[in-house]
């Protein structure tokens, strides 16, 4: 029963992993580009959430959803100003840019929100359990879940839908022959990021609902978000939501065996998976 | 009035000028050929009038319009389209999903219209049957016909032929022919580099033969052909 129980959590954290992974595999995917400050975007994206709260006196949930344009916005600029600058041949400028801007984004924070840490209160249904046979499971977590599973969804059908998506995965395949068809890549770009940080704000309203948060913790999250996408195979979404529930399921596991394995477990089921399918779980067919 | 202009178009890389005070109209619904040996700058020449490439002197009317500075993007829109000599399909694309992609962007088509409109050019151009099948896993053929289809769906009043015959069967290039004949007899101006000669003279109505970048003759195909200096560098007949 108490394995169920590891089982059930594990899953539910992974759609946590999830949500933080899919913004990542998104703008990896359709512009090549590695994003290091990730995590310290979803920090980021939580003092947002917390600024909303304190100022608008609403529920983290409302107040995500008035975070979620201003992050987009952010996302834009960041990708109009930023990333398009250094995106080319070379992938080393990229790599130095984002992880000059996690510094940055971690200082920023730092002198703004001081080193306090911090928790989106969600009030009493935090406290509210969902029994499902056997186990009883939290509705915050099974939220998280949820909206992992719908934001995976969601990106499927944008980019498998729309003529949005197909802009993606056009500019994804060949960002120079796209220009002939009438498509400005930079401008593509921009959205995906402005998407992208969407996504990562709804990781950060879970996070920070989960736990504590202070400005220096992104570069963990980071991680995650990376082992979820490289097990999950670069390119697939549904694979870095697998990926993600990969992780969750190890971390559970090894803290019900030694709750100091919680961590190392997660990086060591990422070393077992790229022993044994270097690509990952759900390759891309023609790369 | 002429469709599209080039005025005294000069290219150089580094010391080697491989485009060179070339200069000629072309009047709308008109078939240009282009011939010349290898590096003649024939394909340089087509992306100075894509805009993948801008020239160092001289400018590139659209209908009159100075498109000297504008962007691949932009010249796309204004009806500018083209096929690469090496075809570059979106290779994680669907056949169908390529043609998409350049009509509702390229071509501005409204997105109620763009279905209809790319599947019947997918008819005209054979490819039909290949239109779920995602464009990285076609042979040949089709993609150098996915390069003709998808250039079309781009809704070009000038469209750029780059050695679409190249590497086909006499059955596929004589399919291939009838295909871009019918894309003339529509109105659309076409500019075709080609070195299968008597695929490129049965549809052009002018010829222009280029060498060492240079602009060496333009006219009637048989003219041009007679000519001693096109045998001589052309075909490499002495005169």
Not at chain 1, 266 to 277: D, I, K, M, N, Q
Not at chain 2, 70 to 88: A, D, K, L, V, Y
Request: contains cysteine; neutral net charge; aromatic residues 6%.
């Amino acid at each position: 029963m108490i394995w169920l129980d590891t089982l059930a959590q594990g899953i539910l954290l992974g759609g946590l992993y999830a949500l933080f992974a899919a913004g990542l595999s998104l703008v990896f995917g359709i512009m090549r580009l590695v994003n290091l400050a990730h995590g310290d975007l979803i920090v980021l994206g939580a003092y947002v959430i917390l600024v909303m709260v304190s100022v608008t006196g609403l529920n983290p949930f409302l107040a995500a959803t008035l975070a979620l344009p201003v992050m987009f916005g952010f996302g834009m600029l960041l990708q109009t100003h930023l990333f398009n600058r250094v995106l080319g041949e070379d992938i080393l400028p990229p790599l130095l840019v984002t992880f000059g801007l996690s510094v940055v984004l971690q200082n920023v924070l730092l002198e703004t929100f001081s080193a306090d840490s911090q928790k989106l209160s969600m009030g009493p249904v935090e406290a509210v359990g969902v029994p499902v046979g056997p186990v009883t499971l939290g509705l915050v977590p099974l939220a998280t879940l949820g909206s992992a599973v719908a934001v995976i969804a969601a990106l499927n059908l944008l980019f498998y839908r729309t003529k949005l998506g197909r802009a993606f995965r056009a500019t994804s395949d060949d960002a120079t022959t796209v220009q002939l068809m009438g498509i400005y890549p930079a401008r593509i770009f921009s959205v995906a990021t402005g998407i992208a940080l969407m996504v990562a704000t709804l990781a950060a309203l879970y996070l920070g609902a989960r736990a504590n948060f202070d400005p220096t913790i992104g570069p963990a999250r980071l991680l995650y978000a990376f082992e979820a996408v490289i097990i999950g195979g670069l390119g697939s979404l549904w694979g870095t939501l697998a990926g993600g529930l990969v992780i969750g399921v190890a971390q559970a596991t090894g803290a019900a065996i030694r709750p100091e394995w919680q961590i190392l477990a997660g990086h060591a089921a990422f070393v077992a998976v790229l022993l044994f399918r270097p690509r990952g779980l759900f390759p891309r067919a023609n790369d | 009035m002429s469709i599209l202009s080039l005025n005294s178009v000069s290219k150089s890389f580094g010391a080697l000028k491989v485009t060179d005070d070339v200069s000629f109209d072309l009047a709308p619904g008109e078939a240009l050929g282009i011939i010349g040996p290898n590096g003649a700058g024939k394909s340089t020449l087509f992306n100075l009038i894509s805009g993948n490439l801008r020239p160092d002197q001289g400018a590139v009317l659209l209908d009159g319009h100075d498109v000297t500075g504008e962007t691949p993007m932009q010249r796309c829109r204004r009806g500018i389209g083209r096929s690469f000599q090496i075809p570059q399909p979106f290779g994680h694309l669907s056949v169908y999903e390529n043609l998409l992609v350049a009509a509702e962007f390229g071509g501005r088509v409204p997105g109620h219209d763009a279905p209809g409109l790319c599947m019947d050019i997918l008819g005209r151009c054979g490819l039909a049957a290949q239109a779920t099948a995602p464009a990285g896993s076609l042979p040949l053929l089709s993609r150098k016909r996915l390069e003709l289809a998808r250039a079309m769906a781009t809704q070009p009043r000038v469209i750029l032929l780059d050695e679409i015959a190249g590497g086909l069967t006499e059955g596929e290039c004589v399919a291939l022919v009838s295909t871009i004949r019918r894309i003339h007899d529509e109105g659309t101006a076409i500019i075709w580099i080609e070195h299968v000669l008597h695929a490129l003279t049965s549809v052009v109505e002018r010829l222009m033969v280029l060498n060492f970048g240079r602009m060496l003759m333009i006219g009637q195909p048989d003219e041009v052909m007679a000519a001693p200096e096109v045998k001589e560098i052309y075909l490499g007949i002495e005169a």
